[in-house]
């Protein structure tokens, strides 16, 4: 049925809200759909820390008592499994979200295994985050 060029139709059916609860694959799917959330709420809090510290260094120990409180440990460590759920989960679909080519044909020229190239991932990210921490502690 129609009325002025708007359709009126209705869905044929309706889709519950907790839709994605029972199944695994869509409950990780929206847990790392939420995890930019935690993620940028605790980039948001840990940069104003430096920009409190420029306008008043004399707070030091106010923002190191800051993260010691049980709340912020408790809000970190969710974060940082936000975090890696959302770094695991991109790694392991980069090998079919982003083939690579060279000359126009695949590279390489037979698949690894998605958990190989997961491992791959990961070691690179372990790789070079310890050559960062390497040089920024230096002795």
């Known amino acids: 049925m129609e009325t002025g060029g708007v359709s009126t139709r209705t869905f044929p059916y309706t889709v519950k809200p907790t839709w994605w609860l029972s199944n695994r694959n869509y ?3 929206m847990l790392r759909e939420l995890s930019p ?3 940028a709420l605790f980039l948001f809090t840990f940069v104003q820390i430096p ?9 030091w120990t106010v923002c190191t008592d800051y993260f010691k409180r049980p709340g912020v440990i408790a809000f970190n460590i969710v974060a940082l499994l936000f975090s890696l759920l959302h770094a695991i989960t991109w790694f392991q679909a980069a090998t079919t979200v982003l083939p690579v080519k060279l000359m126009g044909k695949p590279f390489p020229p037979k698949a690894p295994p998605p ?3 997961m491992a791959g991932n990961i070691g690179m ?3 070079i985050a310890a050559g960062i ?3 920024l502690v230096k002795p």
């Open 27 to 29: 409950f990780i799917f």
């Open 37 to 39: 959330v935690f993620m």
């Open 51 to 59: 920009v409190h510290l420029l306008r008043h260094p004399e707070d």
């Open 115 to 117: 958990a190989a190239a």
């Open 125 to 127: 990210m372990v790789a």
């Open 133 to 135: 921490i390497v040089v």
